[in-house]
């Protein structure tokens, strides 16, 4: 999408240097007010365009012949729309000339940007990037011939098959049989599962019920290589993968359009964020150095979208060696459920204590925001042996990047309720949206006010 509104950007401000020469923001500015505040409003409502033509769908299909068909309907529907705004407010003085390069050079950029994206996709998944981990439910011909077509076929999809579920004595080519179809949760929580595929025969289907219950309850995403069934999730849709249609049920945020705003968003301000904080960053740093010695942050393995595991950093608030002594007082645990927290815990520093209560010691997670392994808002991440303590209903709470703030952290902070916070947590996966982000980031420095951190 970013390419996408450089192509448009570009097209505008280039053809116009090339139709009116040295003097063309001279005639943009006899014919139109604020001539760049202009070019920007263009670029996103041509953006919002190709999003409702459907150039931002998750289609696994990919073909030149595709990519050309699709910017040249985009294309056409931009134009329309910006010729009826154009004869709506009366503005004749527009060079017809000038709008015929303009939609020229936008439909050349689309076409080669996002075929040359689509090719670096693509080398990156065959590379072994951005891969997906897929488990098979079911085994015998149909789910080989299914599996072989998106591994051995279709490389540049990232397909990763870990394993399969299915009867004793059936066979999926070379791949591990990991147990029965009653086993799935137990696979699902032991491992790191993006997808789950169904290739189960007709007179399995009774099974597809139970997979996909236990699939909604950790959040991850079901394909059914069949015809479209009569079935009710949250959401579902049909996608193509190697050219088979398949019955994609998701729980959770599907909006890829609003996804990738919502990482632009993030990284935008996350840098912004590390720049403009640098000062308090080395000066909280040197009182560390000073009153504690090393070392200055403090790193923990964390499980992040689908369990990922990485690695979290903030400022060291306590003394070292005290994850050591955390069993000590868990019968001081002031939370329910599994999460630990309490008020006056000996191992924070005096230091630690002013940087907990103004959130100072969370403020070196925005590199985790950039590294991608958190966002700026979601669900807070949870330690490992957090998440080994789960009910199979918490664990959706892993459908979604965790961030630095969100829905608990400015409405119930202060609740000892572990069932409390999974609600809200879930809650905003479930009516996720970007302006839902934007309101929770401004709410965010209210709610440290009212209620600080400990």
Known sequence: MTVHALVVGGALIIMGRVRFGAE???????????????????????????ALVGLYRLDERWSVQNVVKD???????????????????NLDRVSRRYLFYVFVAIWVGMVLSTILLRQAFAWARRSG???????????????STFVGDL??????????????????????????????????PDVLTQNVVDEVVVCLPMDQWSDIDSVVRCAEQLGK????????????????????????????????PDQAL????????????????????????????????????????????????????FELIKFRTMINGAEAQKDALVARNERTGPVFKMTDDPRVTRVGTFLRKTSIDELPQLWNVLAGGMSLVGPRPPTLDEVDAYHL???????????????????????????????????YIDNWSLMNDLNLLVRTPLALIRRPGR
Not at 71 to 89: D, H, N, P, S
Not at 151 to 177: K, N, W
Not at 275 to 280: E, F, I, S
């Open 24 to 50: 063309w923001i001279s005639v943009w500015d006899d014919i139109i007010p604020w001539p760049v505040l202009a070019v920007v409003a263009y670029v996103i409502f041509a953006l919002g365009v190709f």
């Open 71 to 89: 910017i040249t309907k985009a294309v056409t529907i931009l134009g329309l729309a910006t010729m009826t705004v154009l004869v709506f407010f």
């Open 129 to 143: 990037y951005a891969v997906r981990h897929v488990i098979v439910v079911g085994g015998g011909h149909y789910a």
């Open 151 to 184: 591994t051995t076929e279709h490389p540049e999809l990232g397909i990763h098959v870990a394993g399969f579920l299915g009867p004793s004595g059936a066979r999926l080519d070379s791949y591990e049989r990991l147990g029965d179809i009653e086993d799935l």
């Open 221 to 252: 995403p079901v394909r059914v290589p069949l015809q479209v069934m009569d079935y009710t999730v949250a959401h579902s849709r049909v996608d193509r993968i190697g050219g088979t249609p398949v019955l994609t049920l998701v729980v959770g």
């Open 258 to 309: 609003g996804l990738a705003a919502k990482r632009a968003l993030d990284l935008v301000l996350a840098a912004i964020g590390m720049v403009l904080l640098a000062p308090l960053f080395v000066a909280t740093a040197s009182l560390i150095l000073i009153t504690q010695g090393r070392p200055i942050f403090f790193t923990q393995t964390r499980a992040g979208l689908h369990g990922r595991p």
């Open 393 to 427: 209903r918490h664990r959706r709470r892993l459908s979604m990047k965790p961030g630095l703030t969100g829905l608990w952290q400015v409405s119930a902070r202060d609740d000892p309720s572990f069932e409390r916070w999974v609600q809200l947590d879930l809650e």
